[in-house]
């Protein structure tokens, strides 16, 4: 019964501050920790009270789409992998100035999250300090995949000598996973790299310098590097 009570008075507040919750990020999360208080979903079913009559699922929905038309559009460029941040950047850019909703990394997340159910490939890759890459293309990257993700996140790119020296692997071992992540589109080589061949990770590259660097500089940084 007590369960009962807080779901009722849940729904009276959602349906009180419906546009708040589809308007203001901060409200919709503190809505999402309140749902998970008393064991509701709103997210779980794109019918019923939640969607039909608040429109909360409609939110997710809908952007769950604009993230799987942003990652395929971009495939070409990652090998399928993105950072929550630039999935954000672009979905922010791409709405038009006269729409209220506001987008956070948390949105996404949730919105990816529902993803995983329809298979596809869409996965969550934790790079650690609460910071994730978003799968989009089939095939599971292995530990060793993600640790080595993890290792170029701050320069965007990993050399072999590197991961040796800073996950203690032998030769064999690294090369290997350089040359899947190489085969999968995952990472570009630089062989014009002074003392050794570089191995750049595309969608930690562009976010890190679309923020710095000019578009001609970007151009110019991507065409050292090559696709094998």
Request: aromatic letters at 8%; a neutral charge; charged letters at 25%.
């Amino acid at each position: 019964l007590r369960q009962l009570f807080f779901r009722c008075r849940l729904e009276q507040f959602a349906h009180r501050h419906r546009d708040e919750i589809r308007k203001n990020s901060q409200f919709r999360r503190h809505f999402q920790e309140m749902c998970a208080s008393v064991g509701v979903d709103p997210l779980a079913s794109g019918k019923g009270f939640w969607a039909e009559k608040l429109g909360v699922g409609d939110f997710y929905y809908e952007l769950a789409v604009q993230i799987v038309e942003v990652c395929l559009s971009t495939n070409h460029i990652n090998g399928g992998i993105m950072t929550v941040e630039e999935i954000r950047n672009r979905l922010m850019r791409s709405r038009s100035r006269t729409r209220k909703e506001t987008i956070t990394t948390d949105d996404i997340l949730r919105a990816v999250d529902k993803l995983k159910v329809l298979g596809g490939g869409f996965e969550l890759v934790p790079l650690g300090g609460g910071r994730f890459l978003v799968q989009s293309v089939p095939g599971e990257l292995s530990m060793d995949h993600s640790r080595v993700l993890q290792l170029a996140e701050d320069a965007a790119y990993v050399t072999k000598e590197l991961i040796i020296d800073r996950l203690r692997w032998d030769e064999p071992r690294a090369q290997a996973v350089l040359d899947h992540l190489v085969k999968e589109g995952l990472a570009w080589v630089d062989s014009q790299a002074t003392d050794t061949i570089q191995y750049w990770i595309p969608s930690l590259f562009l976010q890190q310098y679309c923020h710095s660097s000019s578009s001609t500089s970007v151009s110019e940084s991507l065409q050292s590097m090559s696709v094998y």
